[in-house]
């Protein structure tokens, strides 16, 4: 028995595996955004930025304790509406000096330089890049963690659009590449993320509000992905729109519409 109930946990303990995902907690950000679309974390867990369509503006939250949201504590917002009414993601370079933002209106991806490291009051506008010839509706926008690559998705043919970048974190060195069809899965993807090793691909779905997890035979490589399972997240939020891990993928972040919070769950 005691092997069996060993083996139980090791089983429900696997990192990045969204099927074991179990919910712990929920912090609300309706009092700066009732309508979050995206969720990003810094490396180190002590830092949260929550973007939104209603106030057009990145929020940006002090979290005392790392990757607890339970701790998490409102610190400023940065207005992003002089580019884009209706932002729907938030990135950062892992270093916290540049900032990107994928915007419906403009159909493009917006970058921003930050003179301090991860605080967004320092942001300054440096270029777009428009995805308007391959998307129209562009939903997110992902970076491998060298900036060679840039990964979009969208309602526009329900599909990830991967972009090679021939100088690292600079979108108007940016080359369409391919595009992978998520409609099988979902016909709303509203978010990508990769595992750092690029091995693996998550989709946050509107239309079923599941997290959908693909492994990439070849790393960072869309053309490779193929389906592997899904977790429901309706229990929680019925509009999802946003999706995060923590590095080490043993935590899971989602954000909706319809909730207007984050979720936290165990992996």
């Not at 329900?158 to 595009?179: G, M, N, P, R």
């Amino acid at each position: 028995m005691s092997t069996f109930i060993n083996s139980f946990w090791i089983r429900l303990s696997i990192p990045w595996s969204v099927i074991n995902s179990v919910f712990l907690q929920s912090f609300s950000v309706a009092s700066k955004e009732t309508s979050p679309r995206d969720i990003f974390f810094k490396p180190d867990g002590t830092k949260m930025y929550v973007i939104g369509t209603i106030s057009d503006s990145i929020h940006e939250y002090d979290l005392s304790t790392a990757w607890d949201i339970s701790t998490a504590v409102f610190l400023q917002s940065f207005s992003v509406a002089a580019k884009d009414t209706d932002p729907l993601a938030a990135f950062f370079k892992p270093d916290g000096l540049k900032m990107y933002m994928a915007g419906d209106i403009s159909d493009s991806i917006h970058e921003y330089d930050l003179s301090t490291a991860w605080d967004i009051s320092t942001a300054v506008f440096l270029q777009s890049f428009s995805v308007a010839a391959i998307q129209v509706f562009p939903t997110d926008t992902f970076f491998k963690p060298d900036g060679l690559k840039m990964y979009v998705s969208g309602d526009s043919g329900d599909k990830f659009d991967e972009y090679d970048l021939s100088t690292a974190w600079d979108i108007s060195t940016s080359v369409f590449l391919q595009s992978f069809s998520v409609t099988t899965q979902d016909i709303n993807p509203r978010n990508v993320f990769f595992k750092p090793d690029g091995l693996k691909m998550y989709m946050a779905g509107l239309n079923n509000n599941r997290v959908y997890e693909y492994d990439l035979s070849t790393a960072w490589d869309i053309s490779t992905a193929v389906f592997l399972q899904s977790f429901s997240v309706a229990a929680k939020e019925t509009r999802l729109s946003g999706l995060f891990f923590k590095p080490d993928g043993t935590k899971m972040y989602i954000v909706g519409f319809s909730s207007d919070s984050i979720h936290e769950y165990n992996l």
